[in-house]
């Protein structure tokens, strides 16, 4: 159910790594906990972002909750769609990306979870 290519938090955010970028959205589990997401605030290209702080926030009908960072560096891309399509999130979560980080650090990857480590921690 969940992709092997991908890396995964405990926050249930995941990211698909391609050099020295990551690709950063949240997971089929966050999405079905969240119900139909409304809005998606994310951070302008060009801002920092933190490993395990808080880059945005996505709200649905239920709640709104943060959206956390699995990697350190400089948000290098934003998805545009979101701003009028926020519910391809709960469509396709795997599917739908938010930023792109250029990773300051990539050994930050060594702490994330594997598919079947994520899979585990939600059961």
């Given at each position: 159910m969940y992709p092997d290519t991908?890396?995964?938090t405990k926050d249930h955010e995941w990211i698909a790594v391609d050099?020295?970028?990551g690709t950063i959205g949240i997971t089929d589990y966050a999405q079905q906990q969240l119900g139909d997401v409304v809005y998606v605030e994310?951070?302008?290209?060009g801002t920092s972002?933190?490993?395990?702080?808080?880059?945005?926030t996505i709200e649905s009908v239920k709640a709104v909750s943060e959206?956390?960072?699995p990697v350190s560096g400089e948000v290098i891309k934003v998805n545009p769609d979101l701003d009028a399509h926020p519910e391809r999130i709960n469509q396709d979560p795997h599917g739908t990306w938010m930023i792109v980080v250029k990773m300051s650090d990539q050994a930050a990857l060594d702490g994330l979870l594997d598919a079947a480590a994520y899979g585990a921690l939600i059961e």
């Open positions: 991908l890396k995964y050099g020295d970028e994310l951070p302008e290209i972002v933190t490993q395990g702080a808080a880059f945005g959206l956390y960072s």
